[in-house]
C-alpha cells in the first residue's frame, strides 16, 4: 500500500517561507517519481515539481526561481521548499507518486492524471 503524508503548510505572511515535506515508505521512495500539486480554491490541481527515482528535479516555469524540490533518501522524503510566498501561492497542497520512475522532460507540464496515489494534502495560505 502506497502512502504518502504532507506536513508543513501554514498561514503565512508575503514573503515569507515555507518547507513542505512528503514523506513515504522506503518502497515508494525508491520505485515511483513523485511530484508536488496544488490546487487553489476554485481552480483545477497544477503541477508544481517532479523528482525522479534518479534524482533529477524539475520545476514549472510559473514557480521557477522561488520553488525548489529536494529529496532525502535517508528518510524518504521529498521536500518542496517555497520562498518569496505570494497570496496567489494560496491552496492545498499535494504530493502524489507512480507509475513511473521517470518525471516527464524537463520543461513539461505536469498533469494530475499521470499519477497514480496521493497524499492528504496541505494547506498553505498566504496572507496580504
Known amino acids: 500500500q502506497v502512502q504518502l503524508v504532507e506536513s508543513g503548510g501554514g498561514l503565512v505572511q508575503v514573503g515569507d517561507s515555507l518547507r513542505l515535506s512528503c514523506a513515504t515508505s522506503e518502497f515508494t521512495f525508491g520505485k515511483y517519481r513523485i511530484a508536488w500539486f496544488r490546487q487553489a480554491p476554485g481552480k483545477e490541481r497544477e503541477g508544481l515539481s517532479c523528482?525522479?527515482?534518479?534524482?533529477?528535479?524539475d520545476v514549472v516555469d510559473s514557480v521557477k526561481g522561488r520553488f525548489t524540490i529536494s529529496r532525502d533518501s535517508a528518510k524518504s522524503t521529498v521536500y518542496l521548499q517555497m520562498n518569496n510566498l505570494k497570496p496567489e501561492d494560496t491552496g492545498v497542497y499535494y504530493c502524489a507518486a507512480g507509475p513511473f520512475q521517470q518525471c516527464p522532460y524537463a520543461g513539461s507540464d505536469i498533469f494530475p492524471i499521470a499519477y497514480d496515489y496521493w497524499g492528504q494534502g496541505t494547506q498553505v495560505t498566504v496572507s496580504s
Open positions: 523528482t525522479s527515482t534518479d534524482g533529477s528535479t
